[in-house]
């Protein structure tokens, strides 16, 4: 028999029901959020003034030497100095070394050049820095009330808690540091990490016993145990990561940097040859010419931009909720080919919802619909709630389960119900048990209600029998509903050539139906955690990047199998510890978000890259005439932009190349976008754009400074 | 329409419309298909692996096949500087000819060995028959050579390692074999050469070319003088010369001698010679990998940068020469100063193209007295060495620029850039950087040299034109030696030790690196994993790839140029 349990109607809601937030609301927030940042604009005044001071600092030929471009043209600036002095110096020869002032300008535009991209990399550090600060400022100093062996507490520093201390929290206490709880329940304010106002459950034992530093207990108490030396959390990292500190080159950059280089090497060659060439055609050819010809045509507007586009990426992640342990980590994501996603929470809205009521012959569908409601006006589980929404409020209106005596769902009875105060048994379940029920007390299982529920298994529902006084009286059709607009970004995802599995516990054939209805690719159905790790390991073997997402302590070693694994914030110390990032929002959508801010990484140093080259085609046409029009008056007709004298063609050449770097700034930060438009489609569009462009730009930039400069001279 | 042109077209499509089969054919001899040939050098084949105690099944990685290759170019260089210091004493010389000087023989010993065949001497009066015979055997190897070098990368480009591999290269102890190159090397001799070159030598014996072992014959001219005239094996050396894109000339005046090309239709076949195999190669690498279509983009991008050279040039000759012009005249047949009347302004100009964008250097007009632009066009055509280019080694050239393009295009789509399956990350950019970096290194870099020279001291008697003609002279003689082709401006006084030994250098430098570094690509990207193509991948077989390889080519070759080009033909085009 089953048996009855009380259930006590104004308790406060069961625990677990804090912790499903629903997603949509959190993405509404982090958007809002979002937004809230970007109205502060790209260029905070006191991030400029940090970045401007950096930018000087950073001349140290110790650090510039890390970018071989942008040292190079460091080395130019040293000599025009150099030049500028001697050429002031009375009895200088002004044929070979040119004019004082001259010189003079083209040493400060070759300065400027460097520090317009020492800028570039400060400013993006300072944002990143600002960006982490900002989630550290939540981690001020804290009291914790540290637990001392023997069970007495005394009340310590945050900062001098150590690994593997135990400290103890109370509602309303700031937890001190990250830890994983060992003891107790409590709900937890995480709005200072997340944003998200509404209290979260977090217990000993299970997959969210994590704490963050800086949240605040608002309920019960909790023993915690800590999991991070001073300085060495997460977000400590990041900050390092983001300064430099401990700012690896990822595989892309440093093959970029090679690129670079050998471009760079190119017109050294092109430079140096130069000079036997002018001699045999008589053209003496100044030293400035010469230095102002070779910083133009090597590679300096990516050259300056690309530390700069690599802290960005990090940055945007962090924007993003997102904390990544590495550089490298984002840029992998970018190429990720197979994402799995739990169903639950990312594909389809937490809990499955009532849909249909189906009656059986003889009992009129109100009937059904006031017992079924009946039966779960006082259930929380979210399927219970959903019934209850479902029934018209008419029908409602009126039903009272006074003096009832609730039955809940346990996993031996495997179903729940009422007994009404007159004695009416009402009981839901699944349609074995039910079965079960109904024929022990002589009672038919009606064939009409039987065809019902086998109807709606077969269309991916869950089906309910619901039975009174041990008679079926029909069926309640449950559905996992999918969340709206998650198709399309699986659309998205296949445009991008990413193939999407869902993992869900599921019989397949449910899995199945739900696959082809949210348009994933692939699913893993009754999955257990070692299935996660077959599924990603075979994916690896076949030479696919795999990513995922997981909470859980056993999701940890699939997670470091993954060659992207988000850890979410809420999860286990050793899920995170496992992960190559950690989401703040817990929230599972998240990946799609990462797998873009990878891609735009890539894509914007490419881009930039390209722009770069092709700039240095407009850039001949305006010093190459410039350097042997005197001496070589024919090579005038390659003078087709008209500028006005050599020197004005040389100026104007380097203020552009010089002003580039700064106007690139903001889309080094932002990355250019990416459209999951097909890589050749993606690449018509970024050849056309930042390949052509590259090649227009600067005809059109140069001629027009040249304009402008002549007013001067 | 224009006969002249009309010939042109003609060659130029029959070329193509053979090239399909014969590209099909090679791929069945790399891959080890049967072929119809199987029985007629199956055996000696065979018996050339009995006698060697070569496995010609052993499979080799890519650092054993260039330690073949080298070794065998080395034993090739050794013998080669014997023969041609020793020519005078040793039998088959009826003409008495001299042996050569060390440093002529060390330029030609390198010229013939890598595929070039600049020439600083000449034929009738520099070489007995035994250097000659020598010559056409190097003309033979080294156009294998080049063949066996680009059937290893296909094999590289093919091989699909499952199994996850890390730490490779040198002495990293995996093995990823990829052919035996010996087997390569001779096949490509036996089944594809040599066959080839029958079919020619027969043609042009029937037009006329001589093929004896006689010497010099006598001939009474129409003004009653007596001629010395030379002759030797002829048809059997144009015919390599060509076939291998060779281009080294049996006398002097190479093809634009009578007895090398008696008259039109020679002249055509000489030009269907060249080109065939090279545009073979391309299609070759399509059926032997199974991509088509990435061979047929590979094939456009060649076509279009040749078109864009070769259209112009065409242009250029037919028009004449504006400074004759000025001087009353005639200019309808052309510009036709250097040119023999036979061939005409078209197929000269298009000769001049062709000869240079596939690095045979053969040439059937004097390159010096083509128009200035014309002259670009030709510098330009092998400082690019892969629109086409030379036996095998014209697909490795490619093959960088590829790289490069690979690179570049596949950060633009937001994707580590991969190319057939594997990933190409900093090492083989390194490698393919170093390559690209050469030509300009060594074209730049001995030009500067000369120019030095002749600042230092102006009486060096080696210009026949001062002033922007002879700077041009200077380059597209480094340029021809950097791309292995062998033509010559030249006007340019060449025999001595200065040009001797530095294009010697360029020579083995511009040979090797190019053919080391692609292989080493590709041997890389062979023992990599091989990641299956999805959605996201950039595909490499589309018209946006075809022009994003283009515009590497087209940007690095014009910015790395652009000076150099600007001080000798555009200067003197702008002066005229």
């Known amino acids: ?713 | 329409m224009n006969t002249e042109l009309l010939g042109v077209l003609v060659i130029f499509l029959l070329t193509l419309a053979l090239a399909w089969p014969l590209g099909h054919y090679i791929a069945r001899v790399y891959s080890g298909e049967r072929t119809w040939t199987d029985p007629i050098f199956g055996p000696i084949e065979r018996l050339f692996f009995r006698v060697s105690g070569i496995d010609p099944n052993h499979e080799m990685t890519w650092v054993e096949h260039l330690k073949a290759l080298l070794t065998i170019n080395l034993i090739w260089f050794l013998m080669t500087m014997f023969v041609l210091m020793n020519m005078g004493w040793l039998p088959l010389n009826p003409d008495g000819n001299p042996s050569m000087s060390p440093d002529l023989a060390f330029n030609t010993t390198i010229s013939f060995v890598v595929n070039c065949n600049l020439q600083h001497y000449s034929g009738e009066t520099g070489l007995s028959y035994l250097g000659q015979i020598w010559l056409m055997f190097l003309q033979f190897v080294s156009a294998a050579t080049g063949l066996a070098a680009a059937a290893v990368l296909f094999n590289a480009l093919k091989t699909r390692t499952t199994t996850p591999l890390q730490g490779l290269g040198l002495g990293s102890g995996v093995r990823v074999g990829l052919g035996n190159f010996y087997n390569y090397f001779l096949k490509s001799s036996t089944r594809i050469l040599l066959p080839l070159s029958i079919l020619v030598t027969i043609i042009l014996m029937l037009n006329g070319s001589p093929m004896t072992f006689e010497g010099k014959d006598t001939m009474v001219g129409l003004q009653g003088d007596t001629v010395q005239v030379s002759r030797g094996p002829v048809a059997a050396f144009v015919a390599i010369k060509h076939i291998g894109t060779n281009g080294g000339g049996f006398f002097g005046a190479n093809s634009a001698h009578p007895l090398e090309n008696p008259n039109y239709l020679t002249s055509l076949l000489e030009l269907f010679a060249q080109f065939i195999i090279p545009a073979a190669m391309v299609f070759a690498f399509g059926f032997y990998l199974r991509r088509r279509k990435l061979a047929l983009m590979i094939f456009g991008v060649m076509t279009i940068g040749f078109l864009m050279l070769v259209i112009p040039n065409i242009v250029f000759e037919m028009k004449g020469n504006p400074a004759f012009s000025a001087m009353g005249v005639d200019q309808s047949l052309g510009a036709m100063e250097g040119k023999e009347i036979r061939f005409g302004a078209a197929m000269s100009g298009y000769w001049s193209i062709l000869t240079t964008v596939i690095s045979t250097g053969s040439v059937n007009a004097m390159h010096d007295s083509t128009m200035p632009l014309s002259g670009m066009n030709e510098l330009l055509a092998m400082m690019v060495n892969a629109f086409y280019g030379g036996c095998g080694v014209g697909l490795l050239n490619f093959f960088v620029y590829l790289i490069i393009a690979v690179f570049i295009a596949g950060l633009m789509v937001g994707r580590t850039p991969e190319f057939l399956g594997k990933k190409v990350e900093a090492r083989e950019v390194k490698i393919a950087m170093i390559t690209a970096l050469l030509s300009p290194l060594l074209i730049m870099g001995g030009t500067a040299m000369a120019a030095w020279a002749q600042v230092q001291d102006p009486t060096l008697p080696w210009l026949n034109n001062p002033g922007f003609h002879g700077f041009s002279e200077m380059l597209y003689e480094m340029t021809s030696s950097n791309a292995n082709n062998g033509s010559g401006f030249e006007g340019l006084g060449d025999n001595n030790p200065f040009w001797n030994i530095s294009t010697g250098i360029v020579l083995i430098l511009g040979r090797f690196i190019p053919i080391i570094g692609p292989i080493a690509i590709a041997g890389l990207l062979a023992s990599k994993k091989y990641i299956p193509e999805s959605a996201g991948t950039l595909k490499t077989d589309t018209t946006t790839f075809g022009v994003m390889v283009f515009s590497v080519i087209a940007i690095l070759t014009a910015l790395s140029y652009f000076p150099a080009l600007a001080l000798g033909p555009i200067a003197e085009y702008f002066s005229m």
């Open chain 1, 1 to 713: 028999m089953v048996e009855g349990v009380e259930y006590d109607l104004k308790s406060s809601q069961p625990p677990q029901q804090l912790t499903r937030l629903n997603n949509l609301n959190i993405l509404n927030i982090l958007n809002n959020k979002m937004k809230d940042r970007d109205k502060k604009g790209l260029f905070q005044l006191e991030l400029v003034r940090a970045a401007a001071v950096q930018s000087v600092v950073k001349l140290n030929p110790r650090q510039m030497f890390r970018n071989p471009v942008m040292f190079t043209v460091e080395i130019g600036t040293a000599i025009m100095l150099v030049v500028t002095v001697l050429s002031m110096m009375s009895g200088a020869d002004v044929a070979t070394l040119g004019h004082p002032g001259y010189n003079f300008t083209i040493f400060i535009l070759l300065l400027l050049t460097v520090l317009f991209a020492n800028f570039a990399e400060a400013f993006a550090e300072a944002r990143g820095k600002a960006q982490a600060e900002s989630l550290r400022k939540t981690r001020k100093d804290t009291p914790a009330k540290l637990l001392l062996e023997g069970g007495t507490i005394t009340t310590v520093s945050s900062s001098e808690l150590r690994r593997g201390d135990q400290f103890v929290c109370e509602s309303g206490d700031i937890i001190p540091t990250d830890g994983e709880i060992i003891e107790g329940l409590a709900t937890i304010d995480e709005s200072a990490i997340t944003g998200e106002s509404a209290p979260v459950i977090r217990e000993a034992g299970g997959d969210k016993s994590s704490v963050t530093g800086g949240t605040k207990v608002l309920s019960d108490r909790i023993v915690v145990s800590v999991t991070v030396q001073p300085g060495e959390s997460f977000l400590d990292k990041m900050i390092a990561l983001v300064e430099g500190a401990s700012r690896q080159k990822t595989p892309n950059e440093i093959a970029l940097t090679i690129l670079l280089a050998g471009f760079t090497l190119v017109f050294v060659i092109v430079c140096v040859t130069l000079k036997p060439f002018a001699d045999y055609a008589n053209t003496p050819i100044s030293i400035a010419a010469y230095v102002s010809l070779f910083v133009c045509l090597i590679p300096t507007t990516i050259g300056g931009l690309l530390s700069a586009i690599g802290i960005a990426g990090m940055d945007r992640a962090l924007r993003a909720n997102v904390i990544t342990k590495s550089g490298k980590a984002v840029e992998t994501a970018g190429d990720i080919d197979v994402l799995l996603l739990d169903k639950t929470g990312t594909i389809t809205i937490g809990n499955r919802k009532a849909t249909n009521f189906y009656a059986t012959d003889g009992v009129r569908r109100e009937d059904l619909i006031r017992n079924s409601v009946l039966s779960s006006l006082a259930d929380e589980t979210p399927e219970g709630k959903s019934i209850v929404e479902l029934a018209s409020p008419d029908l409602v209106r009126g039903l009272s389960i006074e003096g009832a005596t609730m039955i809940k769902f346990t996993a031996e009875t495997r179903t729940s119900g009422v007994n009404l105060a007159d004695g009416t048994r009402i009981r839901k379940g699944a349609q074995d048990t039910i079965r079960q029920l109904v024929e022990r007390a002589g009672n038919a299982f009606p064939d009409d209600i039987a065809k019902e529920i086998q109807h709606i298994s077969s269309n991916g529902g869950t089906p309910l029998a619901v039975s009174v006084n041990e008679k079926v009286v029909g069926a309640i059709e449950l559905q996992d509903i999918i969340k709206t607009g998650i198709s399309e970004r699986f659309d998205r995802l296949r445009k991008m050539g990413i193939k999407t599995v869902m993992v869900t516990g599921d019989n397949p054939l449910t899995a199945k139906f739900i696959a082809e209805k949210a348009g994933v690719d692939d699913f893993i159905a009754e999955a257990k955690p070692e299935d996660k790790m077959e599924y990603i390991k075979k994916e690896q073997n076949e030479g696919r990047l795999v990513a995922m997402m997981g909470d859980g302590t056993n999701d940890a070693p699939a997670l470091a199998q993954a060659d992207v694994g988000v850890a979410m914030n809420s999860g286990t110390q050793a899920a995170k510890e496992a992960g190559n990032m950690v989401d703040l929002d817990n929230d599972p959508t998240k990946l799609i978000e990462i797998v873009e801010i990878g891609k735009q990484l890539l894509m914007t140093r490419g881009t930039l890259t390209t722009f770069s080259i092709a700039n240095d085609v407009a850039k001949y046409f305006a010093i190459v005439p410039a350097l042997f029009m005197a001496s070589i008056p024919a090579l005038q007709h390659l003078n087709i932009m008209r500028l006005y004298s050599p020197e004005s063609a040389i100026l104007s050449a380097v203020i552009f190349n010089a002003l580039i770097i700064p106007a690139l700034i903001p889309l080094a930060l932002k990355g250019v976008e990416y459209k999951p438009i097909g890589a050749s489609a993606l690449l018509r569009r970024n050849l056309f754009i930042y390949g052509l462009g590259g090649i227009v730009v600067p005809f059109l930039g140069i001629k027009l400074i040249d304009l402008l400069v002549t007013m001067f001279l």
